[in-house]
């Protein structure tokens, strides 16, 4: 099997500048080929650093917001233990004004309208810990078939906040699929393995500072963290501004809604969002 890892070099879709405000013409062209792109040192480590400290700041002072009933909160299973682990905030901006900066950052915001065209509005974000052991993701598709209107401009760009790796579980793409859903069937979210090629595949591996941006419906999954150390990444998600305008808080609004007789019926006790 031949993995595809992005090179460096003038057809890939890679850049090594740092600090860009746009994606150039062949990244472009690449992203819309393969669904997916990545900017290499878009931050600084002092950035990066400000924002590893951000994270450690949230899981002290906001570790009463911890609650598998906090609709705010999500958990994964350990890949062997089956214990229940602490997984995200999602949102996070409300709760972290550094968050809220890094997701509009005008470095961000840049490239993604060179994508779209026109501004780029923020959607939904997310900060995942992934503790050790955590399990990852099965493949997957972003943008819901069931969900009736969800913008199809949904584009996520993922910060590393600690160094991705295979052992660590980085997210795993798989290039060229992105022009519609894989499977028409709207009670499926999960996709069987076998639904993409493998010799597609490329895994995510960054270091703080670069970042990657994919199509929401580029497939995409992640295997656990079989390190002994967090892999912190905070996941932030827009749509085109013709698409729909700003929708943050309608998505969080009906998002939350559809999570609360799952939570309920797992926890066993009436859910709230704090």
């Keep these: 099997m031949v993995d595809m890892i992005a090179e460096a070099d003038a057809s890939s879709p890679v850049s090594q500048t740092a600090g860009v405000s746009e994606l150039s013409p062949q990244q472009l062209d690449r992203y819309r080929s393969d669904g997916f792109v990545v900017v ?156 993409v090629d493998p010799a597609r595949r490329t895994w995510l591996e960054l270091q703080p500072g670069d970042v990657a941006i994919f199509h929401g419906l580029t497939p995409h999954r992640s295997s656990p963290n079989r390190s002994h150390a967090m892999r912190r990444t905070l996941y932030v998600s827009y749509n085109a501004s013709s698409d729909g305008g700003d929708q943050r808080t309608a998505h969080y609004a009906k998002f939350q809604d559809k999570m609360r007789a799952r939570v309920e019926s797992q926890t066993g006790g009436k859910t709230y969002f704090q």
């Excluded at 062997?80 to 004004?97: A, H, Q």
């Excluded at 509005?121 to 399990?135: R, V, W």
Aim: hydrophobic share 35%; glycine share 4%; with cysteine.
């Design 40 to 195: 290499r040192n878009l931050f600084s480590a002092t950035e990066i650093q400000g924002l590893r400290q951000e994270t450690e700041r949230l899981l002290t002072e906001c570790a009463d917001l911890i609650n598998p009933r906090n609709l705010r909160c999500r958990y994964m299973a350990h890949h062997e233990t089956g214990e229940s682990l602490f997984e995200v905030f999602d949102p996070v901006n409300d709760i972290s004004p550094m968050c809220e900066q890094f997701t509009h950052d005008p470095r961000i915001m840049n490239v993604m309208e060179s994508i779209y065209e026109e501004p780029a509005l923020l959607f939904k974000e997310k900060l995942i810990f992934k503790l050790p052991g955590a399990m990852g993701y099965n493949l997957h598709q972003d943008i819901p078939l069931y969900w009736e209107g969800f913008p199809r401009t949904f584009v996520t760009v993922l910060i590393p906040i600690d160094e991705t790796t295979r052992e660590n579980g980085c997210t795993e793409v798989f290039s060229g699929y992105h022009a519609d859903f894989l499977s028409n069937n709207p009670d499926v979210y999960m996709l069987p393995d076998e639904t």
